[in-house]
């Protein structure tokens, strides 16, 4: 009887110390469930679901503020791989929050630029090169097409323009082939 | 010289027909000068090269018109003499039938050289030789047009044999056999010379047995050497694939991700080699190529031809389509593609242009359902599922058909050729790849724009924290007896104002 007692107590000792030395040990820093959601959201920085940026969104959906189909430039893909790792129901995107358009980048005119600086201040991944009074230009290869240069230009210079096709990142289709009329006459 | 003779046979493959004897029936030809050269910039794997010539420049042939940018890229030369009529988007061999940038040269018919100058390799030592190798614009010729210095310089590898792709195992296709007919001196001073830059001690040519006439041409240009072995292998598609011709020849495995130099292997098209040969030796850009001219066409047969020759007189010069459906496939039957337009110029990668039969013209096959027959999984020389493949990519899961390791797929389209049901496979695999691709791109995009993001969290962050600081430290500066000697001072003015104010009301 004693014994067992002894036993038990020694084994919940040692079970309680290694459980106490991996807890420190091992912390997750951070709540990886919002890196993982991060991971999903496209990164345009854009704002379009009613958080300024990614991450608050992704933080949102984490403790339940904000739903999963809150992102249009993620898409219904996005909403999918979204619904997948949080383990609810897919849902259609919520078109009050804008709808999935084609991927594009600002482009400012620079015979109209005025160079006051508004969109410089408001890009949210430093995408725009300029200074006061000198001609503003967007660095393409860094811009994600959030649109939020655009209201603030006092001399709407700046258009968005969709990515063409072109030989860089052309893709092959999806083979489309007629049935055989044999087939045809089999159904 | 030696023969080896025990091969190591890979798995699947399929035994085409090989149609080769129709297209070498007259040596090599050479295309004259065309006025006008299309040349694009992109004709490589690799970063766009960096112009250095403008509209109205006079340029002399071999003359450099376009800088590799970084180490994958490759240099582009003027194919003639002439001038530069015009910079703009061109026409491109590619199954996507978009435009690209390119030069078009007007062509002043004398074919002027620019001082050719040979490299004296062993005086300036190898690495100054392989660096030099990238202003040559030297790419793979058998078809992949990867830059070759790339392959030619690792310094924490070793190379200990060079293997020589002369297999040409795709249908129609003979450039490589015609070269080895007509020109295997330079071929042998080639392998020479790439084996020293190399440090390899052997090289094997490995040589589809349907060549014999460049074979004998082997055999007799390489009696005297005796590091340089020859391996004939059977005919059997795809042979002339890199990793299954080094498995042919060495038995050995090719792990995914690993290349064959780490295995002290490196492997050149012979075309390449020759191309390697007549810059180093005679300082000649890589300017022209051989290119096959086959399939439904009325005179088949080999030509050299200058990069940015239109197509078109290629196609002429062969006499045209025998039956005219107006299709062209470049490169062969199995992995080639259909140009969408022959308004296009010829270009490094272009080994072979047919003209299409009308078997090849997929519109007239009539796909069938799978009926999961699994051929295709035994006509697979990478050992994979095609149906499983083909299942996943139809369907649009592209995760799962990485998980059935779609990009260990050569595309080699033995599976396509075997399908009782003519189902496309190969393009689904070609589509499933490249929207798996585009996709890694964008999720690349998606970490830079992260990264950046953060940065200008940070920045401003760090910006208001110094702003802080800065009127802190300032209103720590001025004491309070300065604070209160200003006051004074103020009050002082006011009170002087208030003053003058009451005198001029007075005067009033």
Same mark, same amino acid.
């Given at each position: 009887m004693l014994i067992a007692i002894l036993v038990l107590i020694l084994l919940a000792l040692i079970i309680g110390l290694v459980l106490g030395f991996s807890s420190i040990k091992f912390k997750v820093k951070g709540d990886p469930i919002v890196e993982k959601i991060d991971a999903i959201l496209p990164q345009t920085q854009c704002g379009q679901c009613?958080?300024?940026?990614?991450?608050?969104?992704?933080?949102?959906?984490?403790?339940?503020?904000?739903?999963?189909?809150?992102?249009?430039?993620? #898409? !219904?893909? #996005?909403?999918?791989?979204?619904?997948? *790792?949080?383990?609810? !129901?897919?849902?259609? *995107?919520?078109?009050?929050?804008?709808?999935?358009?084609?991927?594009?980048?600002?482009?400012?005119?620079?015979?109209?630029?005025? #160079?006051?600086?508004?969109?410089?201040?408001?890009?949210?991944?430093?995408?725009?090169?300029?200074?006061?009074?000198?001609?503003?230009?967007?660095?393409?290869? !860094?811009?994600?097409?959030? !649109? *939020?240069?655009?209201?603030?230009?006092?001399?709407?210079?700046?258009t968005m323009e969709v990515i063409e096709e072109n030989a860089e990142n052309w893709k092959w289709k999806y083979p489309v082939y007629s049935l055989s009329k044999k087939t045809a006459k089999v159904q | 010289m030696k023969i080896i003779e025990n091969i190591f046979k890979f798995n699947g493959g399929v035994k085409a027909q090989t149609r080769k004897s129709i297209s070498t029936k007259v040596g090599i030809q050479k295309i004259g000068i065309p006025k006008y050269l299309k040349i694009p910039l992109r004709q490589h794997i690799g970063n766009l090269p960096k112009l250095k010539v403008k509209e109205g420049d006079v340029v002399l042939k071999g003359q450099l018109i376009a800088e590799a940018d970084g180490s994958v890229s490759a240099a582009i030369h003027a194919p003639t003499s002439g001038k530069i009529k015009s910079i703009e988007k061109i026409l491109l061999p590619h199954p996507?039938?978009?435009? %690209?940038?390119?030069?078009? @040269?007007?062509?002043?018919?004398?074919?002027?050289? @620019?001082?050719?100058?040979?490299?004296?390799?062993?005086?300036?030592?190898?690495?100054?030789?392989?660096?030099?190798?990238?202003?040559?614009?030297?790419?793979?010729?058998?078809?992949?047009?990867?830059?070759?210095?790339?392959?030619?310089? $690792?310094?924490?590898?070793?190379?200990?044999?060079?293997?020589? =792709?002369?297999?040409?195992?795709?249908?129609?296709?003979? +450039?490589?056999?015609?070269?080895?007919?007509?020109?295997?001196? %330079?071929?042998?001073?080639?392998?020479?010379?790439?084996?020293?830059?190399?440090?390899?001690?052997?090289?094997?040519?490995?040589?589809? %047995?349907? /060549?014999?006439?460049a074979l004998s041409q082997?055999?007799?240009?390489?009696?005297?050497?005796?590091?340089?072995? @020859?391996?004939?292998?059977?005919?059997?598609?795809?042979?002339?694939?890199?990793?299954?011709?080094?498995?042919?020849?060495?038995?050995?495995k090719i792990p995914k991700g690993k290349r064959s130099s780490e295995y002290g292997i490196q492997m050149f098209n012979v075309a390449t080699i020759i191309a390697i040969y007549r810059y180093i030796s005679f300082g000649e850009p890589s300017l022209s190529r051989i290119t096959t001219i086959s399939g439904n066409i009325t005179k088949p047969q =080999?030509?050299?031809?200058?990069?940015?020759?239109?197509?078109?007189?290629?196609?002429?010069? $062969?006499?045209?389509?025998?039956?005219?459906?107006?299709?062209? @496939?470049?490169?062969?039957?199995?992995?080639?593609?259909?140009?969408?337009?022959?308004?296009?110029?010829?270009?490094?990668?272009? =080994?072979?242009?047919?003209?299409?039969?009308?078997?090849?013209?997929e519109d007239k096959k009539e796909p069938l359902p799978c009926i999961r027959c699994a051929k295709c999984a035994e006509a697979c020389p990478v050992s994979l599922q095609p149906q499983e493949l083909y299942?996943? $990519? /139809?369907?649009?899961?592209?995760?799962?058909?990485?998980?059935? /390791?779609?990009?260990? +797929?050569?595309?080699?389209?033995? +599976?396509?050729?075997?399908?009782?049901?003519?189902?496309?496979?190969?393009?689904?695999?070609?589509?499933?790849?490249?929207?798996?691709? $585009?996709?890694?791109?964008?999720?690349?995009?998606? %970490?830079?724009?992260?990264?950046?993001?953060?940065?200008?969290?940070?920045?401003?962050?760090?910006?208001?924290?110094?702003?802080?600081?800065?009127?802190a430290k300032r209103r720590a500066q001025s004491s309070k007896e300065e604070k209160s000697k200003l006051i004074d001072e103020k009050r002082a003015a006011i009170s002087a104002a208030m003053d003058r104010i009451k005198e001029y009301e007075k005067k009033k």
């Amino acid at each position: 009887m004693l014994i067992a007692i002894l036993v038990l107590i020694l084994l919940a000792l040692i079970i309680g110390l290694v459980l106490g030395f991996s807890s420190i040990k091992f912390k997750v820093k951070g709540d990886p469930i919002v890196e993982k959601i991060d991971a999903i959201l496209p990164q345009t920085q854009c704002g379009q679901c009613s958080y300024p940026g990614c991450k608050p969104y992704a933080k949102a959906i984490a403790s339940g503020e904000a739903d999963i189909n809150q992102c249009p430039p993620g #898409g !219904e893909d #996005g909403v999918k791989a979204l619904a997948e *790792l949080m383990g609810v !129901e897919y849902k259609p *995107l919520d078109e009050s929050h804008g709808i999935t358009k084609p991927k594009s980048v600002a482009f400012i005119d620079e015979d109209t630029c005025i #160079g006051c600086t508004l969109c410089i201040q408001a890009c949210p991944v430093d995408a725009i090169l300029g200074a006061a009074k000198q001609m503003h230009t967007i660095i393409e290869k !860094e811009c994600t097409g959030c !649109e *939020l240069c655009l209201p603030p230009c006092p001399v709407d210079c700046i258009t968005m323009e969709v990515i063409e096709e072109n030989a860089e990142n052309w893709k092959w289709k999806y083979p489309v082939y007629s049935l055989s009329k044999k087939t045809a006459k089999v159904q | 010289m030696k023969i080896i003779e025990n091969i190591f046979k890979f798995n699947g493959g399929v035994k085409a027909q090989t149609r080769k004897s129709i297209s070498t029936k007259v040596g090599i030809q050479k295309i004259g000068i065309p006025k006008y050269l299309k040349i694009p910039l992109r004709q490589h794997i690799g970063n766009l090269p960096k112009l250095k010539v403008k509209e109205g420049d006079v340029v002399l042939k071999g003359q450099l018109i376009a800088e590799a940018d970084g180490s994958v890229s490759a240099a582009i030369h003027a194919p003639t003499s002439g001038k530069i009529k015009s910079i703009e988007k061109i026409l491109l061999p590619h199954p996507s039938g978009l435009p %690209d940038y390119g030069v078009i @040269i007007e062509s002043d018919m004398k074919d002027k050289w @620019i001082k050719k100058i040979p490299i004296n390799w062993a005086k300036i030592g190898v690495e100054a030789t392989i660096k030099a190798l990238q202003n040559s614009g030297i790419v793979g010729l058998g078809g992949a047009a990867f830059p070759s210095h790339l392959k030619m310089g $690792s310094k924490a590898t070793k190379i200990n044999t060079l293997i020589v =792709n002369a297999a040409e195992c795709e249908p129609y296709i003979t +450039c490589d056999d015609m070269v080895m007919r007509e020109r295997s001196e %330079d071929l042998i001073n080639g392998i020479e010379l790439v084996e020293s830059l190399l440090g390899a001690k052997n090289t094997i040519i490995g040589i589809e %047995d349907n /060549k014999p006439e460049a074979l004998s041409q082997l055999q007799f240009h390489t009696k005297s050497h005796k590091n340089i072995s @020859i391996k004939v292998v059977p005919t059997i598609y795809p042979s002339g694939d890199a990793k299954r011709l080094i498995f042919l020849i060495n038995g050995i495995k090719i792990p995914k991700g690993k290349r064959s130099s780490e295995y002290g292997i490196q492997m050149f098209n012979v075309a390449t080699i020759i191309a390697i040969y007549r810059y180093i030796s005679f300082g000649e850009p890589s300017l022209s190529r051989i290119t096959t001219i086959s399939g439904n066409i009325t005179k088949p047969q =080999n030509y050299e031809v200058l990069f940015g020759t239109p197509l078109k007189a290629l196609i002429n010069q $062969s006499g045209g389509q025998k039956i005219k459906n107006d299709n062209f @496939i470049m490169g062969g039957p199995m992995m080639g593609f259909k140009l969408p337009s022959i308004d296009v110029p010829v270009t490094k990668a272009m =080994n072979c242009v047919l003209g299409a039969e009308p078997e090849m013209i997929e519109d007239k096959k009539e796909p069938l359902p799978c009926i999961r027959c699994a051929k295709c999984a035994e006509a697979c020389p990478v050992s994979l599922q095609p149906q499983e493949l083909y299942w996943f $990519s /139809k369907s649009d899961q592209f995760e799962k058909a990485q998980e059935y /390791k779609l990009f260990d +797929c050569i595309e080699c389209g033995c +599976c396509s050729y075997v399908c009782p049901s003519n189902i496309p496979l190969v393009q689904f695999y070609r589509y499933a790849k490249s929207e798996l691709i $585009s996709e890694f791109r964008a999720q690349e995009e998606a %970490d830079v724009a992260r990264e950046r993001n953060e940065f200008r969290i940070m920045r401003l962050e760090r910006e208001r924290q110094e702003r802080a600081e800065r009127n802190a430290k300032r209103r720590a500066q001025s004491s309070k007896e300065e604070k209160s000697k200003l006051i004074d001072e103020k009050r002082a003015a006011i009170s002087a104002a208030m003053d003058r104010i009451k005198e001029y009301e007075k005067k009033k």
